[in-house]
């Protein structure tokens, strides 16, 4: 493998391109989002309201910035709708969202770079090389979804990685991923089952 490429606001070049908050407009379930953050983030919310609150945000930081607000933890958000959420303006997190998120992202990554053949190509263009968020802010979700001050998941990068080999039609080994994106399947159906009738038509690809 090549040296680690890192990336992390959307403005750098070139590889800010891979960054959530980059606007590229993308198409997934029959909805535009002018932002992968955007599009990940409106199944978050549980109540529709908030939804269109976060996608009327001015900029997709400010999308992110909200959503955060929201209780995104392991535990499961019906065991907290009581406590921080009410209190946060009486809305909460939809239930499931600790697993259906990986899928849920990865599906939205899967769009942006196949509706987009620049940024497929500078993905692409990586080769083997291993990528990394190079996160700046050392919290929960900044460790899940990169690599703050040396510790963090890389779920982000990794997905990056999983997509290239994707399109690539290579395979890529990662058994922690695999399970992460296993375990959400089945909730992510159900919530996009709710929006339209036939869940294959909308479901993301796993494997």
């Not at 800010?16 to 932002?35: K, M, V």
Request: proline fraction near 6%; charge should be neutral; charged fraction near 25%.
């Amino acid at each position: 493998m090549q040296q680690a490429i890192e990336f992390y606001r959307a403005n750098e070049k070139p590889y800010g391109a891979f960054s959530n908050l980059y606007r590229r407009e993308i198409e997934i379930h029959g909805c535009q989002f002018p932002t992968v953050e955007h599009a990940y983030q409106s199944l978050k919310p549980r109540d529709p309201r908030v939804r269109d609150w976060l996608m009327s945000a001015p900029a997709p930081s400010l999308v992110a910035l909200a959503a955060h607000v929201l209780p995104s933890d392991d535990v499961d958000p019906t065991q907290i709708m009581g406590r921080t959420a009410d209190a946060l303006l009486g809305f909460h997190t939809r239930p499931g969202w600790s697993r259906l998120r990986y899928p849920w992202m990865l599906a939205c990554l899967r769009a942006k770079f196949e509706q987009h053949a620049d940024l497929r190509e500078l993905l692409l263009a990586t080769h083997d090389s291993q990528i990394i968020e190079a996160g700046r802010i050392d919290d929960d979700a900044g460790r899940r979804w990169g690599i703050v001050n040396g510790r963090g998941h890389n779920y982000l990068g990794r997905m990056l990685m999983r997509v290239r080999s994707q399109m690539a039609g290579t395979t890529l080994e990662d058994a922690d991923l695999d399970t992460r994106l296993q375990d959400g399947h089945a909730p992510l159906c159900a919530v996009l089952n709710g929006m339209i009738t036939t869940c294959d038509r909308v479901a993301p690809h796993i494997d």
